[in-house]
DNA sequence: ACCGGAGCCTGTTAGC
DNA sequence: TGCTAACAGGCTCCGG
């Protein structure tokens, strides 16, 4: 579900709220939730520490404490991280809930459980090997274009590899595709300069105008206040197969790419 | 190195 | 209306 413009949202949000806390009990309900402590270990290791950083990583939320264990939450498809009060009713699919001090509860509501919370004194040891985030100044137009004439991967399926561009998922691919006139099935290492030169800005502008519509919600995305999103009504190419091209004469086309959903046109998309 | 498919899960929707 | 199949914002593992 949430992609980099969802996560930064949480993220922003939470850090608002959330920073300054302590964690003072901790419930699940889905073991499998917790992927590298058990229950018994993740409490004995947690509570009673302080929240004092939240920060992003592609699509990971990294929760600093005032230990040597860091906290690492992946929403996957369906999570959300809401902030309620802990007299609130918790309502469905919450399988993981952190009571702060302050009497508000963080919960992990997740209706398929594909969401993940780590544990760790090595966050290199997850986060390593993720890509370079495609908001921050060191990603540049000619980082991406050596990146791309570096490898000979299909287009879609390679934005989407978190090792090569972090934060990028399936709707803001086809978006930035879409805005960048590339066809998704296009070779990496036979994108011009620039053509790249298009791509990137297109990334970031995707992403940017994303963030500033507070994300998009399709079904389960919500902000931690539990508040939807603007960026759904903003989508050119996203679900819209047989629509008419909002840029030519064409219609919007779905195939199957890299085993996803693929919208693009394929009049102006080449 | 890269691709496709299966698997992890549940809920919603499209199609018959 | 009712059942079934397909599909969903992510990612990892496996075999070829």
Redesign the pocket.
Known sequence: ???LP?VEIVVRSLREDVIGRIILDIKNSWP?HLASVDLVEMRKRVIGSEITGINRR??YIVFDLDSPDTMII?L??TGQLLLQPATSAEG??VHTTFLLSGDDELRFRD????GRVYLTQKPVEILGQLGPEPLSESFTPRLLNEMLLG????LK?LL?D?HFISGI???YADESLFHAKLAPNRLSNTISEDESRQLYSSIRKTLQFAVDRG???????RQPDGSEGEMQNSFKVYGKAGDPCRRCDGIIERVI?????TFFCASCQI
Request: aromatic share 6%; no cysteine; glycine share 14%.
């Open positions: 579900m949430p992609e969802e499998n592609g699509k992946h996957k498809m469905d699919h209706v398929r459980k594909f490898r000979r991967r299909v399926p989407l978190q998922g399936n709707i994300g998009a919600t399709i079904s389960d995305y790419l890299g085993g996803r959903s």
